[in-house]
């Protein structure tokens, strides 16, 4: 006797069964879906395609959704890489910054700490230890747990937090962007964009120190 393993593996390597047997389909019902009786097999592969299509749909509209959604911050960083080569002081640099990160992309808090050259701040070491996490820093970091020394300067409602490095061929300070909402910067997240605001950053910081 045929066990259902059996049968399965017979109709998987015989897909063309059913269309020499098309009297069977008429005649075999499987349960519905919502449980409510039962209905044909051909009309069960039709919901299952129905099922395919939404589904497929469903992905696409993401897919779209997330399109724009990248093409929206492409084009505001456009804008931000415009207006930040445009101005010849450090401090107007960093006012234009923390502006534009508040107002176009909507981040709770922007930070900027820039490694000094004064003997008093290189001595400070609150300083010291910000300067050597940057230095370790490879990559953006992203979460909600930066060293206490940067976490300390901000804000106890803010909960998500991505430090970017500024360097060049050297290092010249980190940009911190924080957010009360504790899912805005998580670890594993694509730095895409925040590290192409860093290196931007980091080219205008330089620019303004020549």
């Known amino acids: ?68 959604q990248n093409d929206a911050i492409s084009e505001k960083l456009h804008l931000f890489t415009l207006k930040l080569f445009s101005f010849e002081n450090t401090q107007a640099c960093i006012d234009s910054v923390q502006n534009s990160m508040q107002s176009d992309f909507n981040v709770d808090t922007c930070q900027i700490f820039l490694q000094t050259t004064s003997e008093a701040e290189q001595a400070n070491e609150k300083h010291d230890k910000i300067t050597s996490w940057v230095a370790s820093l490879s990559e953006p970091y992203c979460g909600s747990s930066p060293i206490d020394e940067v976490r300390e300067q901000l804000s106890t ?6 430090c970017i490095p500024l360097k060049t061929e050297r290092q010249i300070g980190l940009l911190v962007l924080a957010s009360k909402d504790v899912e805005r910067f998580y670890a594993g997240m694509g730095t895409m964009f925040i590290k192409r605001i860093g290196e931007l950053l980091s080219l205008a910081l330089s620019r303004c120190a020549n």
């Open 1 to 68: 006797m045929l066990d259902e393993m059996s049968v399965a593996e017979y109709l998987a390597s015989n897909p063309d069964f059913f269309s020499q047997h098309t009297e069977l389909l008429a005649n075999m019902y499987v349960p519905a879906q919502n449980g409510a009786g039962t209905i044909s097999l051909v009309e069960r592969q039709q919901q299952a395609q129905r099922d395919k299509i939404r589904q497929l749909e469903a992905n696409y509209s993401n897919l779209l959704r997330i399109g724009n």
């Open 157 to 162: 409602e803010l909960l998500s937090f991505a």
